[in-house]
């Protein structure tokens, strides 16, 4: 009797035998009762040894690294005999199972125009490998801080979706949210703790000929604890959408109504009210420095132009065009990035680098001895100096800009602007050389996997 009631452990994370882990994987040991955390913690040893943090989640051990793993190491974790239940019965024999990190991924949907599913290429463009199959394919998927995790808003018959996730680690998959009948779900955005899930909901309404369509959006918030009531974030009935998070976990949303970035505290509170708001006519979606301090987001620029009697006509005042402005977010303090001395330019799409020390962005420029088709990569610090372009193709437009974890290689879309029937590219570019290369055709939204 006392050894069926001995503890055992029910679940390991990452599979024993696994490979191509993430580099910033968590370890867990799940066991089937409550355990005596000081006898299971001296028995755990992993090797090779890197520093990080033990905490539990019920029966749950949960090992988060400091720092990545390296890439292409086996890490074996042994748990001794010995460790004991709170009802002090002990397991009576040990265990050890290993794992092998992979190396970084490009993670992305295929194919574009058509019901897409998620897959992962290799940086060398020779491995892919398909995530998911889903009968009506995947609209809209994120990644969690760490890399490890993917939310994906899977499409349904009703022309709504379902939230779900995937856990890279494991490979196991689960329901989120199930949104409400004839509700599409979008635009995903995953606290960086991994406890809150902002998105986008569009409910679908009665248009012309009784055929249904698509009504405005509206921000709201989801538990990923299990809980599945999800909570509207923003005033009544205005219209909400682009939710981001800081690291720091502020949640930030574009009113359309206002014409404002709103700014809450969603950890605190699942209805919280904003606590700062930035005017912003383009409602773009920026991004957050890596502290937390600043959100960079583009801005239409409307210039000071003076019209004489000469010049007669009055074309020139409906020109304008878009400037990258950095916002400290408590006290509001604003800054052209951009700048006068570039000229006509429209700056969008900008991207804080992890270490902080760069912004990538597009620009195209509208003047016309300088004047592209497509928006081109640009680079610049923080403080808008050194900025460089790194590509010259007028007939390309590039977008869907994300930095790797190391802050070195920018992975990107470009899609011929002189004929949009072609496909969409995925490209790695170094930032040091300058080397580039293709990895797909036909595929969209390209993040990191560590």
Known sequence: MAILAAPRMEKLTPAPDSHGVPSTARISLTFNQPMDVRSVETRLKIDPPLSGHIGWDGNTLIFEPFEPWPEGITV????????????????????????????PRILYLWPAGDQADLYTISLDGSETTRLTKTPLGVIDYTLSYDGNRVIYAEAREDGGSDLRLLDLTSGEQSLVYPCPERVLCQAMALEPEGNILAFERLEFTVGAAGKPVLGASQVWTISTNGEVKASHVGVGDHITSNPS??????????DNTLMEIALVDATIDPKPPPFNHIPNNLGLKGSWSPDGVFLLMPEIVFPQVDIGEEEGGTEDLTS??????????????????????????????????????????????????????GRQLWLMRPDGSESRQL???????????????????????????????????IWLYEIEGGVHSQLAVGGYLPQWIP
């Open 76 to 103: 074996t974790v042994q748990l001794a005999a010995g460790a004991r239940s709170t009802r002090f019965l002990p397991m009576l024999r040990g265990q050890s199972w290993s794992f092998t990190i992979g190396a």
């Open 391 to 425: 590509t010259d193709e007028s007939f390309y437009g590039y977008s869907s800009l994300a930095w790797s974890p190391d802050s070195s290689t920018l992975v990107c879309l470009r899609k011929n602007r002189m004929d949009m029937a072609q496909p969409g590219e």
């Open 320 to 373: 304008f065009y878009s400037h990258l402005y950095q916002v400290e977010v408590t006290s509001g303090i604003t800054m052209d990035l951009t700048g006068g001395q570039a000229g006509r330019v429209e700056d969008a799409s900008p991207v804080y680098s992890p270490n902080g020390e760069w912004i990538a962005f597009t620009r195209k420029y509208l003047e016309e001895d300088r004047w592209t088709l």
């Open 245 to 254: 998070w800081s690291s720091t976990g502020w949640l930030a949303y574009y």
